[in-house]
């Protein structure tokens, strides 16, 4: 069985990107290779939140991102998400605002995906958050996802 992979709003947003910043193109590219070359291994995922996240703004590439994401199954969006959202919150795990990073885990979490799939290493990709996510995601009777860059998934070593 393939492992379930949540594809959080970062991923198809630094696959479109413009940004000509040496460390922007670097994180393009590791998206690119990963997304181009090994997505066939993976059962992908993403949910309306990517979405609305997506449509949010004015930005270059933000119908190339959509589509990116038009495809993938949407994983549900319901009253036990929020539900978990709130205890990442009141339990200091995820910031309240914004509430897109405790939203992302949570659907991940809740709908037993292998891997949420980031470029967000301030809260999710973070190893110092693991912990503190394992421990919260327990009591509360979670999976927990392993938090993974891109770069993290490559099945071909770097150079």
């Known amino acids: 069985m393939k492992p379930r992979v949540y594809i959080e709003t970062t991923i198809p947003s ?11 193109i670097a994180r393009r590219d590791w998206t690119r290779r990963w997304w181009d070359n090994d997505r066939d291994d993976y059962k992908m995922f993403t949910s309306g ?5 997506l449509q949010e703004g004015d930005y270059p590439n933000q119908q190339d991102c959509l589509e990116f994401v038009a495809n993938l199954p949407l994983l549900e969006v319901d009253d036990a ?13 995820m910031p309240a605002n914004p509430r897109g990073d405790a939203l992302h885990l ?20 973070n190893a ?8 919260v995601n327990s009591m509360l009777n979670l999976f927990v996802p392993t938090m993974a860059t891109p770069m993290g998934l490559l099945a071909e070593e770097l150079p």
């Open 14 to 24: 630094f696959y479109h990107s413009v940004r000509t910043e040496p460390d922007m």
């Open 49 to 53: 939140a990517v979405i609305d996240e």
């Open 81 to 93: 998400v929020d539900e978990i959202v709130q205890t990442y919150v009141n339990r200091q795990l």
């Open 106 to 125: 949570a659907i991940a979490s809740l709908h037993r995906c292998d891997f949420l799939v980031t470029w967000n290493c301030h809260h999710l990709a």
């Open 128 to 135: 110092n958050k693991y912990d503190h996510i394992r421990r």
